[in-house]
């Protein structure tokens, strides 16, 4: 027995050498460390979406053109969508009472001028007998009832001068009128501009105050919209905006901000603003109605 274990003792002794040794010259690994995944890149901040603002395209000048007198409508001169100068003529009234009225006038302004012309040079006459007088009596040549009766008379005459001037400004006066009433009876436009709407029909009778066209101007064009009362420090006179129409089809136009109301409307919160188109309006015309986005306050 004692044979036998001693041979299984040699027997497994190199073995167990064997396998010592081995894990001797295994090279000790280091331990790795805990795998960490790498920081995700910092994404920019989502912007806030523009507030859109909507107002209609106006202009500062845009009228109802009335008669001025009452009268007859004889004439049409300018229709719908026609362009305009100051002054220009749109339509007349029957003038041919006025008319006559006016060469009535006129001929007694003549008249008169004519009588003042020789009261004149009557009154230049009777100065000089006047003066002839005084020297025909500072000789003793004439009685004094002589003399003055040759100074009254031209005094009478100076009097009369002076009578027929006033006359004379009181015809050219009431010529000056009678031409007013004939220019009433011409309805011109008041600024350069479009003819947007005619009221009246040629024939047809019209009183002072009743409405003959619709007329605007065309330029500058302006937008006047509201926004929330937290844009009230954002928003700035001279401040660019970009107006665009869903309607058509062509690029934003640039708008300057020209006026922001100073106040707070309380019953709906808001502040109105009015901004100018700068360059030419393309499409756009007055009346329509036009988005406008202003960046949201942070």
């Known amino acids: 027995m004692k044979k036998i274990a001693l041979l299984v003792w040699t027997t497994a002794f190199p073995v167990f050498l064997l ?21 995700a890149p910092a994404q920019p901040a989502a912007s806030a979406a523009p507030f859109i603002a909507s107002g209609p395209l106006v202009v500062e000048n845009q009228v109802d053109v009335a008669a001025e007198r009452a009268g007859v409508l004889s004439k049409i001169m300018a229709e719908p969508g026609t362009r305009v100068s100051k002054g220009q003529v749109l339509a007349a009234l029957d003038d041919r009472q006025v008319q006559a009225d006016r060469e009535a006038a006129a001929a007694k302004t003549r008249s008169i001028e004519a009588d003042l012309k020789n009261w004149e040079a009557e009154a230049k006459v009777l100065d000089v007998d006047y003066q002839r007088a005084q020297k025909m009596w500072e000789a003793q040549l004439i009685t004094k009832e002589q003399l003055d009766h040759a100074r009254y008379k031209a005094e009478s005459d100076h009097w009369d001068v002076q ?44 009183a002072a105050g009743d409405r003959i066209f619709w007329v605007t101007a065309v330029a500058p064009l302006r937008v006047k919209f509201t926004l929330p009362e937290r ?17 058509i089809q062509e690029a934003a136009h640039t708008a300057k901000v020209i006026q922001v109301s100073p106040v707070v409307d309380p019953s ?16 756009l015309r007055p009346g329509m109605s036009v988005a406008i986005p202003i960046e949201t306050p942070q």
């Open 19 to 39: 396998l010592g040794g081995c894990e001797e010259t295994k090279p000790a690994q280091a331990s790795a460390p805990p795998a960490t995944a790498a920081p």
């Open 163 to 206: 009578r027929v001037r006033e006359l004379l400004t009181n015809a050219r006066e009431t010529q000056r009128s009678l031409d007013l009433e004939y220019e009433k009876t011409r309805i011109r436009a008041p600024f350069p501009g479009l003819v947007a709407r005619r009221y009246v029909s040629p024939g047809q009778r019209v």
């Open 231 to 247: 844009f009230l420090g954002q928003i700035k006179v001279g401040q660019k905006l970009t107006v665009s129409s869903p309607d």
């Open 268 to 283: 709906s919160g808001t502040i109105e603003v009015l901004a100018e188109l700068q360059g030419a309006p393309g499409q």
